[in-house]
């Protein structure tokens, strides 16, 4: 898995722990369990009133609700470097929704007393913050895409809004969610996503590179994604 240098640098490129002393980064290296979820395994389920605090060391996860059927809703992704769970664990409260592994993912697992002690410091309570926020935003945003009419809106929504958590849309291209997930939380087939991606490309907004894309023009995918 990870030897422990590794795992203090892949700790310190944490969104939650980027500006945390190397005494809290060795504190969670030693406390932390790291797993590796194979795709489609559960990493957490909602009701679960000991819930962890994930931080993705690679891959991705997909957080996700029931609706009155059972049916799984996708609501959000967290890639790497992002983390899944503060939000429950602020509240005292159980997890609201299950969290699975949409492609091979190894996550540090940190119990909930860890958690609370580390939210209390001031540098990881600032980044906390600023997580939180970009949460509520991604709420909203994923609210406001179910109601654009279009597909190739709502599908272009949902590839801004992921790529927008921890990549320079200019840079390297980057592995989105499959194409199941992003029908799913767009409401629409996964023929449908396919046949978007590749207007996309026909178009020069975005280049495929296997499962990877690169986004080419950036305005124009966002001025699609906003409807």
Not at 2 to 27: C, F, G, H, M, P
Request: hydrophobic share 45%; charged share 20%; aromatic share 2%.
């Amino acid at each position: 898995m990870y030897n422990k240098e590794e795992l203090r640098v892949r700790l310190s490129e944490q969104t939650l722990l980027a500006r945390a002393d190397e005494n809290t980064i060795e504190r969670v290296a030693n406390s932390a369990r790291i797993v590796r979820y194979k795709k489609g395994v559960y990493v957490s389920f909602e009701g679960d009133a000991e819930s962890p605090l994930l931080l993705v060391l690679s891959g991705q996860l997909r957080v996700s609700g029931l609706s009155a059927q059972g049916d799984e809703t996708p609501i959000s992704t967290v890639s790497a470097g992002a983390c899944a769970g503060a939000d429950s664990i602020i509240l005292n409260a159980p997890s609201s929704v299950n969290v699975i592994a949409n492609r091979e993912s190894t996550v540090a697992v940190i119990g909930r007393t860890l958690a609370r002690q580390l939210f209390c410091e001031p540098q990881i309570s600032l980044a906390l913050n600023s997580l939180l926020a970009s949460l509520v935003s991604r709420l909203v945003h994923c609210q406001t895409r179910r109601e654009l009419p279009r597909a190739a809106a709502r599908v272009a929504a949902i590839i801004i809004e992921e790529l927008d958590q921890s990549y320079d849309l200019n840079a390297a291209p980057v592995e989105p969610p499959g194409h199941a997930t992003i029908a799913a939380m767009a409401k629409v087939s996964r023929e449908t996503v396919s046949r978007v991606l590749s207007s996309l490309e026909l178009r020069g907004l975005i280049a495929k590179e296997g499962r990877r894309i690169r986004v080419l023009d950036n305005n124009a995918l966002r001025a699609l994604g906003n409807g």
